[in-house]
């Protein structure tokens, strides 16, 4: 298990009592390390709900030292998330380090590093991501160095990375509805999703590019902005993209939408969520059912009193 805080050490160490074999954990801490993304997806800077605070360690690993069936084996951070430098997993297995010396002084032996995630992907032509080879090789040669001068052995690496394998293996498809023209303001059009399906926009104001998919040859003729279709003005696919000109009907595809779409999508406006699909060599077989507004209603329930019993009338 991974252990983030006070509580989840306290109550680990209750239930390793009562067990018979030791139970192994690994320690979430606060790696301080500022990355450049967008202030709500930094996780790893001191001012963090995540992982303990490192001027607590001397007090968590003292604490850890005198728990018997407590195994302390690992440390976890995380940095962050769609980071572009490799300036913040060159400074983690440095920070890491320190505290595995640390953990060393209290006779704890950690043989498990956990560097978390955080690899960005390219949501626009702008955007410009290290590799995952780069990546792997900033944290593994950064580990190795850190560890050659402080004369380690090696540990295990073990890496998180979610974004980066599968965000740009996803594209979500929208039907084009209405369209809207304010006289020297934008044009907006409609399409028959939005946040409940892709809540980065509202939530982090992200950017993505997207096609009309049935006129991919079509020149960009003009600058519209997609809206989404819940009630609020907020719900904005993309702001200002070029397009060929966009028809009720068309299929607007907006691209690299595998991480963080699905996962955190949501009812809102009691919006079922969209299907998926997975398609190979032209063929494409379901993989997420479409959802019902029966699905939607399924955990609703009618408390007994507000049902009437009364048949007479
Ligand atoms: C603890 C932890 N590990 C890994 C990840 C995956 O991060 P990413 O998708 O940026 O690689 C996250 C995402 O928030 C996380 O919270």
């Known amino acids: 298990a991974s252990v983030d805080n006070w509580l989840e050490l306290q109550t680990t160490a209750q239930l390793a009592e009562q067990s018979s074999a030791p139970i192994r954990i690994m320690l979430r801490v606060t790696p301080g390390i500022e990355c450049h993304t967008h202030e709500y997806i930094q996780t790893g800077h001191l001012d963090s709900k995540f ?15 005198q728990q018997p069936k407590l195994n302390c084996i690992g440390l976890h951070a995380h940095i962050g998330s769609q980071i572009f430098e490799l300036q913040p997993h060159t400074d983690l297995p440095g ?21 978390g995630g955080g690899l960005g992907i390219r949501y626009t032509q702008t955007d410009d991501p290290p590799s995952i080879e780069q990546w792997v090789q900033t ?28 965000g740009s293996a996803c594209i979500t498809a929208y039907t084009v509805g209405s369209s809207k023209t304010v006289p020297g303001i934008r044009t907006y059009i409609a399409v028959d ?33 997609v809206a ?16 060929p000109e966009a028809m009720a009907g068309d299929t607007l595809v ?16 009691r919006v079922p969520r969209p299907a998926a699909v997975i398609v190979q ?17 399924q ?8 049902i009437s019993h009364d048949h007479t009338h």
Request: glycine fraction near 6%; charged fraction near 20%; proline fraction near 5%.
């Open 51 to 65: 992982g303990f605070d490192p001027e607590q360690l001397d007090a968590v690993f003292e604490f850890v030292s």
């Open 95 to 115: 920070v890491m380090t320190q505290w595995l010396l640390q953990a060393k002084q209290y006779g704890i032996s950690i043989t498990e590093l956990d560097v």
């Open 139 to 166: 944290v593994s040669k950064g580990i190795e160095a850190a560890c050659q001068t402080h004369n380690l052995p090696l540990p295990k690496l073990i890496a998180e990375p979610g974004r980066s394998l599968i």
């Open 193 to 225: 999703g939005g946040m409940s399906d892709n809540p980065r926009p509202i939530t982090y104001q992200s950017s993505y590019e997207a096609i009309i998919a049935n006129r991919l040859s079509a020149p960009a003729t003009q600058t519209v902005t």
């Open 228 to 243: 989404g279709k819940h009630c609020e003005s907020g719900d904005i696919v993309i702001k200002d993209i070029s397009l």
């Open 254 to 269: 907006v691209m690299a939408t595998g991480a963080y779409n699905y996962s955190m999508a949501s009812n809102y406006n």
């Open 281 to 297: 060599d032209g063929s494409a077989s379901l993989i997420l059912q479409r959802e019902t507004y029966d699905d939607l209603i």
């Open 299 to 306: 955990y609703d329930c009618i408390p007994d009193h507000l």
